[in-house]
């Protein structure tokens, strides 16, 4: 009997670590909160949605398999890569509320550009989808852009493509956690050190 119950106690603790419906993920500091208010570090990998379209019903439940608390899902804005409709952003959330898994989404159009209209383009992607992300904010992050600013010389631009975007998402009224990606293909961390303040403070919810 003792077995047993260590057994049931050892099942138990993933279900009640997962975010429930309610409340958000949030930022405090440096910490990245869940949505009861939970530190939550990420374990996970990468589905690249746009062109691995119609294999979420295997991957995502593999992902859960092997151990992953989080899938990163990659989408477009539907200039360079497939844009989602509304049904099928839904089928991906709800795939990964099924199999306990918390999704972030980015969009692949802006990687490696330094023009800051091809950053907004994306930030006005996340605000057209806004009504069905705003409902899942215990269970989606939206990672804005895959990195966004191919340059590795000049973390004020970077955190000045950032401001306007992440401003745009947030007056457009989404309220999901953010990430940003560090520049120079996301492999220049010197910006964050420099400028990321400067970018993520940008709108009211300070939840980047």
Same mark, same amino acid.
């Given at each position: ?93 709800? /795939?990964? %509320? ?5 999704? !972030? ?6 990687? @490696?550009?330094? *023009?800051? +209209? ?14 069905? /992300?705003? %409902? ?5 992050? !939206? ?6 600013? @191919?340059?590795? *010389?000049? +973390? ?23 990430? !940003? ?28």
């Amino acid at each position: 009997m003792k077995k047993l119950i260590r057994i049931l106690a050892l099942m138990i603790i993933p279900l009640a670590s997962y975010a429930q419906d309610s409340g958000t993920f949030s930022v405090s500091g440096t910490r990245l909160l869940d949505a009861n208010g939970n530190d939550f570090v990420m374990r996970g990998v990468n589905y690249s949605w746009c062109w691995q379209k119609h294999k979420e019903v295997t991957v995502i439940p593999a992902a859960a398999r092997i151990g992953c608390n989080t899938i990163r899902i990659q989408l477009g804005t539907g200039r360079k890569f497939t844009r989602p409709t509304r049904s099928e952003l839904k089928k991906l959330i709800t /795939l990964c %509320e099924e199999n306990h898994l918390i999704a !972030v989404f980015n969009t692949h159009d802006a990687t @490696g550009s330094d *023009n800051v +209209a091809d950053l907004e383009e994306a930030a006005r992607f996340w605000v057209d989808m806004k009504d069905l /992300l705003n %409902e899942h904010t215990s269970t989606t992050i !939206v990672n804005i852009a895959n990195e966004w600013y @191919g340059a590795s *010389n000049n +973390a004020q631009a970077w955190a000045d493509g950032y401001r306007s975007a992440i401003s745009i998402i947030r007056d457009g009224g989404l309220l999901n956690t953010l990430i !940003v990606d560090a520049a120079g293909w996301g492999q220049w961390p010197r910006s964050i050190f420099e400028a990321a303040d400067k970018g993520a403070s940008a709108g009211p919810l300070h939840n980047t």
